[in-house]
Antibody
Framework: EVQVLESGGGLVQPGESLRLSCAAS????????MSWVRQAPGKGLEWVSGISGSGGNTYYADSVKGRFTISRDNSENTLYLQMNSLRAEDTAVYYC????????????WGRGTLVTVSS | EIVMTQSPATLSVSPGERATLSCRAS?????LAWYQQKPGQAPRLLIY???TRATGIPARFSGSGSGTEFTLTISSLQSEDFAVYYC?????????FGGGTKVEIK
């Protein structure tokens, strides 16, 4: 079955760090670009960061640039998001999402993992 | 950054009726997608390239438009279609979404 499964969410205090993981299965992971998309409680969707299939190109929303780092391990079929200096406004469900070949839309989504930043 | 604006925010429609959702881009785009999201679920890709249905998407969903004005049409609403719909451009970075249109039962 083609799927992605996120993990690593939780409750952290402002200023702390957290690393999210996304395990992919059922497709050739290294052939596809991937992204993280988040959704604050009761709000809309916000793209956070993307990475090419090889990992050589990375992209960030201005809201997380300099604080978050996206990476991937193609030998382990896993995508990561290292989140540092977390703020209350980073509280959201974080989705891992796959891009189809040739398009930067999202054709496969995980169930999401909740990150709560609160003191 | 390209700003995507969706209207209306909420659309009340009776089952079997047609629903027309709008998405406007702050500058011309050629690459646009539509998603459906139900409560407690991840989004699902409906349309990409403005008008191409994704795999497994019923023919009652259609996308149209170009430049700055795009439309998602649901020809005859089924009970499972009541949800929130988002548009997203992917012309350049950053990728951005519209604020969503909630389609509710009238």
């Amino acid at each position: 079955e083609v799927q992605v499964l996120e993990s690593g969410g939780g409750l952290v205090q402002p200023g702390e760090s957290l690393r999210l993981s996304c395990a992919a299965s059922g497709f050739t992971f290294s052939s596809y670009a991937m992204s993280w998309v988040r959704q604050a409680p009761g709000k809309g969707l916000e793209w956070v960061s993307g990475i090419s299939g090889s990992g050589g190109n990375t992209y960030y929303a201005d809201s997380v640039k300099g604080r978050f780092t996206i990476s991937r391990d193609n030998s382990e079929n896993t995508l990561y998001l290292q989140m540092n200096s977390l703020r209350a406004e980073d509280t959201a469900v974080y989705y891992c999402a796959k891009h189809p070949t040739g398009h930067w839309c999202f054709d496969l989504w995980g169930r999401g993992t909740l990150v709560t930043v609160s003191s | 950054e390209i700003v995507m604006t969706q209207s209306p925010a909420t659309l009340s429609v009776s089952p079997g009726e047609r629903a027309t959702l709008s998405c406007r881009a702050s500058q011309s785009v050629s690459k646009l997608a539509w998603y459906q999201q139900k409560p407690g679920q991840a989004p699902r890709l409906l349309i990409y390239g403005a008008s191409t249905r994704a795999t497994g998407i019923p023919a009652r969903f259609s996308g149209s438009g170009s430049g700055t004005e795009f439309t998602l049409t649901i020809s005859s609403l089924q009970s499972e279609d009541f949800a929130v719909y988002y548009c997203q451009h992917y012309n350049n970075w950053p990728l951005t979404f519209g604020g969503g249109t909630k389609v509710e039962i009238k």
